[in-house]
């Protein structure tokens, strides 16, 4: 599965958008996107995922470059229950047995 | 959301000493998993099982060893606990009809090992 990047930590102010990008250029042609988050102490919580057309759900959208090479995940209207670490994934999917290899995340923290 | 019960939620036990957490799922996922998750390290699997009494490695699978006898419960046992292990466990299952890839997890147990 490819590696992904992402930075460290984020911060952003309750009601503004969220913006959390991750890099993945070594990403191969059936490989897809995926998003979860964890909360402190939860388990993590899957968001959404893609693999080239841009996605959007009730949580969030999801935005694919065409080269497929980077992604960001977008919270419209973050709020302080969205503070929490925020993981990009990729990986063949979905019928695959295989695991979902979780790397370090995005800590973001909504700030009032 | 998966209804996924892991238990205990808490144990404190002594090295050396044998222990067994349990997940239980009560929506047919055919896939389970158990993770752990350590500071620095994210979350690593353990095991996983692709059906009843059907289980491979995961990617830290020394110390550990499972079992599937029925579809809705996977079983993580440590035979001899070391303090290594003391960590937060995370089981997962997916719905292979689905086919959407998307993994539900539990809550988490919390081991600690003296």
């Known amino acids: 599965d490819a590696k992904t990047t992402q930075p460290t930590s984020m911060d952003c102010a309750e009601g503004r958008a969220a913006n959390l990008p991750c890099n993945h250029s070594?990403?191969?042609?059936?490989?897809?996107v995926y998003w979860y988050r964890q909360i402190h102490s939860q388990g993590p919580q899957y968001i959404i995922h893609?693999?080239?057309n841009n996605e959007t759900n009730e949580m969030a959208s999801l935005i694919i470059t065409e080269d497929r090479k980077s992604s960001t995940l977008i919270l419209p209207h973050a709020t302080l229950r969205d503070t929490a670490v925020y993981y990009c994934?990729?990986?063949?999917?979905?019928?695959?047995?295989?695991?979902?290899?979780f790397g370090k995340g995005t800590k973001l923290s909504v700030k009032p | 959301d998966a209804g996924i019960t892991q238990s205990p939620r808490h144990k404190v036990t002594e090295t050396g000493t044998p222990v067994t957490l349990r997940c239980h799922q009560t929506?047919?996922?055919?896939?389970m998993y158990w993770y752990r998750q350590d500071p620095g390290h994210g979350l690593r699997l353990i095991h996983y099982?692709?059906?009843?009494?059907?289980?491979d490695k995961g990617e830290v699978s020394d110390g550990y060893s499972v079992s599937r006898s029925k579809t809705e419960d996977f079983l993580l046992t440590l035979e001899s606990a070391t303090s290594s292990q003391t960590s937060v466990y995370f089981c997962?299952?997916?719905?292979?009809?689905?086919?959407?890839?998307?993994?539900?997890f539990g809550e988490g147990s919390r081991l600690t090992v003296l």
């Open positions: 099982s692709y059906g009843v009494k059907d289980t």
């Open positions: 070594t990403i191969s042609g059936n490989e897809y």
């Open positions: 893609g693999l080239k």
């Open positions: 929506e047919n996922h055919r896939y």
């Open positions: 997962a299952t997916k719905d292979s009809i689905a086919n959407t890839g998307e993994l539900f």
């Open positions: 994934i990729v990986r063949v999917a979905p019928g695959s047995q295989g695991n979902l290899i």
